[in-house]
C-alpha cells in the first residue's frame, strides 16, 4: 500500500526560504507524475508545483512560479518542494500526491488517489 509523508514545514518570517520533503513507501516515485497541493481552512486544496513522471517537466500555479521548485531524487524515492521568498498567502497545509493528467484541472494535473498524508503546515509572518 502506497503511503507518503510530508515534512520541512514550520513557521518563518516573510522573505524566508523552507524545503519540503515528500517520502514514499510502498511505491517507487518514478512510476507516476507528482505534484504539490496546499490547503487553508475553509478552501479547497489546489495544486501549486507538478513533475513529469520523466522528471523533465515542470509546472508552476502563477501564485508560485519564480519562488517554488519541485524535484525528484530517485535514489532516495523523494520529493522536494523549495520554497523561497516566502509571503503570508503561502500560508497553508502543504501535501504531496501522484497525479495524472486532467484537462479540467487549471495546470492540467490532479490527484490519482484520493487517499492524502497528514500534510505539512507552512507558517509565513508579516
Known amino acids: 500500500q502506497m503511503q507518503l509523508m510530508e515534512s520541512g514545514g514550520g513557521s518563518v518570517q516573510e522573505g524566508g526560504s523552507l524545503k519540503l520533503s515528500c517520502t514514499a513507501s510502498?511505491?517507487?516515485?518514478?512510476?507516476?507524475?507528482l505534484g504539490w497541493f496546499r490547503q487553508v481552512p475553509g478552501k479547497e486544496r489546489g495544486g501549486i508545483s507538478f513533475?513529469?513522471?520523466?522528471?523533465?517537466?515542470?509546472y508552476y500555479a502563477d501564485s508560485v512560479k519564480g519562488r517554488f521548485t519541485i524535484s525528484r531524487d530517485s535514489a532516495k524515492n523523494m520529493l522536494y518542494l523549495q520554497m523561497n521568498s516566502l509571503k503570508p498567502e503561502d500560508t497553508a497545509m502543504y501535501y504531496c500526491?501522484?497525479?495524472?493528467?486532467?484537462?479540467?484541472?487549471?495546470?492540467?494535473?490532479?490527484?490519482?488517489?484520493?487517499?492524502w498524508g497528514q500534510g505539512t503546515q507552512v507558517t509565513v509572518s508579516s
Open positions: 510502498g511505491t517507487t516515485l518514478d512510476h507516476f507524475a
Open positions: 513533475l513529469s513522471r520523466s522528471g523533465r517537466n515542470t
Open positions: 500526491a501522484p497525479v495524472g493528467s486532467d484537462p479540467n484541472a487549471e495546470l492540467g494535473f490532479s490527484a490519482l488517489f484520493n487517499d
